[in-house]
């Protein structure tokens, strides 16, 4: 029973639809969210079609895009290599040139041209020409660096007043399809390529030979190479190319004259009083020459034998320097003369095609024994034959000293080539490097010539070595052109002068005809 104090307290349990239970929206708000979880995923599905429809014309853009571009890139590099390939042949003529960039466009096709079939090369050119022709252009010319063209552009091409040098390749590609560029309202697209390219001005260095041994061919030493019928001949044509000139009662062909005493041969052949022709030399030399039993004379059948025939030979053998018989060089000697004359021919091939070349000479020994420096880089060609044709065996020196002339050829290339000229030098020699620093010393002569090609080939000149007869050293000029990029040529020993002078006149041909090319735009 309860007291009066105390109180019963009732509570009342909460209604289900009044209190939610904890953690649980109202149904009302339940169902608004709801609502609106489906508007936004409706707006997502607009949105990602879009996006995607977005990113596909993205993709489609992209891929013709690059489609062009590659398309482009092969063009581009389809005419460079044709332009490449029709100035390597300008030599021949604009025909042959052009024929040559035809060829390479086929050869390098562009887009969806197949790729050459060489068994149907021709068929293939044919039917390029057909599809292409009147969209591509070629003209040949001259390139001038400093000239402007038509639309502005520093350096042109221009007309050519010799045999071109330089050719244009420009075409035209059209209607190339799309992949997708039909979604964007076009179909097809164009592009087009053009390139000029052109002989490299060079500048060049020839480096001769100028030692005692390049008469040897015409002195009796060589009967037993070149036969005795041919060694007379020489002599009497350079007797004739001196003047054919008369001492005393002396005949061409040789007399003997048994004695001994050289004041009988002297009154005999009616020289007594008769001075001496040349600076260096005289008659007591010439007759002492032909009575000794060690010289070549003797050797050959020609002891005590006195004439023209022998005299010849004693002024190649003895007295060749220029300040000993000054008047040799305007001789026939061998083989000294065959390569003055493919020096002279060497720079007429130079000339036939307008490349800007220069050219520079030369030569060793000096008087000092060391190389000298005849011209420096030129377009004066005429300067340079004259300065070549004037010179004789031993001009200045008896001995050979390479490095020396490849020194001189190397400081005048490095003082003074043209800042993007092709740098060159041309080295022919018929005998044995052995004068270095004013003495005989063959060891040390020989390794000046690796230095100075060590030289060289660091400044990027490239060497062009040329070996004329067995004597040479074929060993060290294949070194020296292996060690600059260069190319090493042999004419080897037992020819006729005929033989070997040809041989010469090829080898600065093909010297003269491997022009270096660039694309100049």
Same mark, same amino acid.
């Given at each position: 029973?309860?007291?009066?104090?105390?109180?019963?307290?009732?509570?009342?349990?909460?209604?289900?639809?009044?209190?939610?239970?904890?953690?649980?929206?109202?149904?009302?708000?339940?169902?608004?969210?709801?609502?609106?979880?489906?508007?936004?995923?409706?707006?997502?599905?607009?949105?990602?079609?879009?996006?995607?429809?977005?990113?596909?014309?993205?993709?489609?853009?992209?891929?013709?895009?690059?489609?062009?571009?590659?398309?482009?890139?092969?063009?581009?590099?389809?005419?460079?290599?044709?332009?490449?390939?029709?100035?390597?042949?300008?030599?021949?003529?604009?025909?042959?040139?052009?024929?040559?960039?035809?060829?390479?466009?086929?050869?390098?096709?562009?887009?969806?041209?197949?790729?050459?079939?060489?068994?149907?090369?021709?068929?293939?050119?044919?039917?390029?020409?057909?599809?292409?022709?009147?969209? *591509?252009?070629?003209?040949?010319?001259?390139?001038?660096?400093?000239?402007?063209?038509?639309?502005?552009?520093?350096?042109?091409?221009?007309?050519?007043?010799?045999?071109?040098?330089?050719?244009?390749?420009?075409?035209?590609?059209?209607?190339?399809?799309?992949?997708?560029?039909?979604?964007?309202?076009?179909?097809?697209?164009?592009?087009?390529?053009?390139?000029?390219?052109?002989?490299?001005?060079?500048?060049?260095?020839?480096?001769?030979?100028?030692?005692?041994?390049?008469?040897?061919?015409?002195?009796?030493?060589?009967?037993?190479?070149?036969?005795?019928?041919?060694?007379?001949?020489?002599?009497?044509?350079?007797?004739?190319? *001196?003047?054919?000139?008369?001492?005393?009662?002396?005949?061409?062909?040789?007399?003997?004259?048994?004695?001994?005493?050289?004041?009988?041969?002297?009154?005999?052949?009616?020289?007594?009083?008769?001075?001496?022709?040349?600076?260096?030399?005289?008659?007591?030399?010439?007759?002492?020459?032909?009575?000794?039993?060690?010289?070549?004379?003797?050797?050959?059948?020609?002891?005590?034998?006195?004439?023209?025939?022998?005299?010849?030979?004693?002024?190649?053998?003895?007295?060749?320097?220029?300040?000993?018989?000054?008047?040799?060089?305007?001789?026939?000697?061998?083989?000294?003369?065959?390569?003055?004359?493919?020096?002279?021919?060497?720079?007429?091939?130079?000339?036939?095609?307008?490349?800007?070349?220069?050219?520079?000479?030369?030569?060793?020994?000096?008087?000092?024994?060391?190389?000298?420096?005849?011209?420096?880089?030129?377009?004066?060609?005429?300067?340079?034959?004259?300065?070549?044709?004037?010179?004789?065996?031993?001009?200045?020196?008896?001995?050979?000293?390479?490095?020396?002339?490849?020194?001189?050829?190397?400081?005048?290339?490095?003082?003074?080539?043209?800042?993007?000229?092709?740098?060159?030098?041309?080295?022919?020699?018929?005998?044995?490097?052995?004068?270095?620093?004013?003495?005989?010393?063959?060891?040390?002569?020989?390794?000046?010539?690796?230095?100075?090609?060590?030289?060289?080939?660091?400044?990027?000149?490239?060497?062009?070595?040329?070996?004329?007869?067995?004597?040479?050293?074929?060993?060290?000029?294949?070194?020296?052109?292996?060690?600059?990029?260069?190319?090493?040529?042999?004419?080897?020993?037992?020819?006729?002068?005929?033989?070997?002078?040809?041989?010469?006149?090829?080898?600065?041909?093909?010297?003269?005809?491997?022009?270096?090319?660039?694309?100049?735009?």
């Amino acid at each position: 029973m309860a007291t009066p104090q105390q109180k019963k307290t009732f509570v009342r349990a909460p209604s289900r639809s009044s209190q939610p239970p904890t953690g649980q929206p109202p149904a009302g708000r339940d169902r608004r969210c709801r609502d609106q979880r489906d508007g936004r995923r409706g707006a997502t599905v607009v949105l990602a079609a879009f996006l995607m429809v977005v990113m596909l014309g993205v993709v489609a853009f992209a891929v013709d895009l690059g489609y062009v571009l590659k398309v482009k890139t092969d063009l581009d590099r389809s005419i460079d290599a044709a332009a490449l390939a029709g100035a390597g042949l300008l030599v021949n003529g604009q025909a042959d040139a052009e024929a040559a960039a035809v060829e390479f466009l086929v050869r390098n096709p562009t887009g969806y041209q197949n790729a050459v079939d060489p068994e149907l090369l021709e068929q293939q050119v044919a039917e390029f020409l057909a599809i292409h022709g009147e969209e *591509l252009e070629m003209e040949v010319g001259h390139w001038d660096p400093d000239a402007t063209d038509a639309e502005g552009n520093v350096g042109a091409l221009v007309a050519a007043t010799e045999r071109p040098s330089a050719i244009r390749v420009a075409l035209s590609h059209n209607d190339h399809p799309y992949f997708f560029g039909r979604i964007f309202g076009g179909s097809t697209f164009d592009v087009e390529s053009e390139a000029i390219a052109s002989y490299q001005p060079r500048d060049i260095m020839v480096v001769l030979d100028l030692s005692a041994s390049m008469n040897d061919d015409s002195e009796f030493k060589s009967i037993g190479s070149l036969g005795r019928s041919a060694i007379e001949a020489g002599l009497e044509q350079i007797y004739e190319d *001196l003047g054919s000139p008369t001492y005393g009662t002396m005949q061409f062909q040789p007399v003997y004259i048994s004695t001994n005493k050289t004041w009988k041969i002297k009154n005999k052949l009616g020289l007594k009083n008769l001075p001496y022709p040349h600076s260096q030399g005289s008659w007591n030399e010439y007759i002492s020459y032909m009575k000794s039993s060690g010289t070549q004379p003797a050797s050959w059948g020609y002891r005590k034998k006195y004439g023209y025939l022998t005299l010849i030979n004693y002024w190649l053998d003895m007295r060749p320097l220029n300040n000993e018989t000054g008047n040799l060089w305007q001789a026939s000697a061998q083989p000294v003369t065959a390569v003055k004359n493919s020096v002279s021919l060497f720079i007429d091939y130079v000339q036939e095609v307008d490349t800007e070349d220069r050219i520079g000479l030369s030569v060793y020994n000096d008087q000092n024994g060391n190389g000298k420096l005849e011209s420096g880089l030129t377009t004066d060609f005429a300067s340079l034959v004259a300065l070549s044709n004037a010179k004789q065996a031993g001009h200045y020196h008896g001995w050979t000293n390479i490095g020396g002339g490849l020194e001189v050829a190397r400081a005048e290339l490095q003082a003074n080539a043209r800042e993007g000229s092709y740098r060159l030098i041309v080295l022919m020699t018929d005998g044995v490097a052995n004068w270095n620093n004013g003495g005989y010393n063959p060891t040390a002569a020989r390794q000046h010539v690796l230095g100075e090609a060590a030289a060289a080939a660091d400044l990027g000149i490239k060497i062009m070595t040329i070996s004329l007869g067995a004597g040479a050293d074929t060993g060290l000029m294949e070194d020296v052109a292996d060690i600059t990029g260069g190319v090493h040529f042999n004419i080897p020993g037992g020819q006729t002068v005929a033989e070997y002078a040809q041989d010469l006149t090829d080898t600065f041909h093909t010297i003269a005809d491997d022009r270096p090319l660039k694309l100049v735009r």
